[in-house]
């Protein structure tokens, strides 16, 4: 019964919050295969249903998460549950353009949302992410592309629960700067081949719509109106990334603001041939808009007073 299901997953949580770094590991491979079955296998027919103890799976991850005190523990989990959220988007993806059904209002998007917090939990436990190796920056992109093709980054959703949204952030102030690789010369091309979005994989009424919210985002002056006319899916999505990614930092943290500054010395960036640095530049503008607001709430001190010249020093020069 799904009950019972339920209780030996829970017994399998309190087991491994308590028990050695191996045996942690080999109880969190189960859940992961679990939790990506449940997608394809309905039921297993004999032992854990899988669909129907998921949820129990992925709570008992997020318990997991919280009572884990190992730091190479934890960014081994990271990576798997990215790994995980990314595969499950890929495999969503297809079938939705298979039956035509809309991904973001589809049960995978909400399967997807599920694993928020637990990558949340992560994500607290955790540092700032600093110079991540290559597959840890190309996994922490592809995420921060499907959070904006699932809508789980916009405030205020009316799809999406607020605790959502929550989480996203958390996991935003942990999150690495999402700069080129260096696998290629040049950023444009460098999310031409290996983004898990291709630019010909988004409908072209949907990429209309991306494109307008990023013109309302940058403001629509005309020499980003016309670089933006002419990019596609990938180039859109990234910079709406970007956006996202650094406008929820900022919300969480002021402090975080000048890390903005180095997507504007990113050589991929620098180099792009689709006009990218100047749409970066764009985002920045309105990044620093928000963190003047954002200051402009706080209670004037002289900490306060210091923290706008030095930004404003940086951004003038």
Known sequence: SSSLDNEIVNQMAQIAVNAELSV??????????ITAASRSEPSSGHGLDYRSCSRAVISAMESIAKNSNDLSQLKDMLI???????SLALEGK?????SGQIIKASSLAFDLGL?????AAIACRLPRIEDPKQRLLKLFRDFWLYCIVMGFAVAGSQIWPAEWLEAVKQIAVKSPLLLST???????RELKYSSALRNEAMAPADLAELKANLLRVVGGSPDITAIINKLGAAECTYLMSVYRLESLRISADTKSFPLIFLYLEDKGILRDKLGMWQ??????????????EKLALKPK??????????HADRKSG
């Open 115 to 119: 694993l928020l917090p637990v990558l």
């Open 279 to 292: 749409c970066v530049q764009a985002v920045a503008d309105k990044i620093f808009e928000e963190f003047l």
């Open 301 to 310: 001190s002289e900490e306060t007073e210091e923290e706008l010249e030095s």
């Open 94 to 98: 297809k079938a939705s353009d298979a």
């Open 182 to 188: 260096g696998s290629e010369l040049y950023l444009g």
């Open 80 to 86: 798997r549950l990215l790994e995980l959220f990314i």
């Open 24 to 33: 942690q590991s080999q109880v969190l491979n189960q859940f992961i295969r």
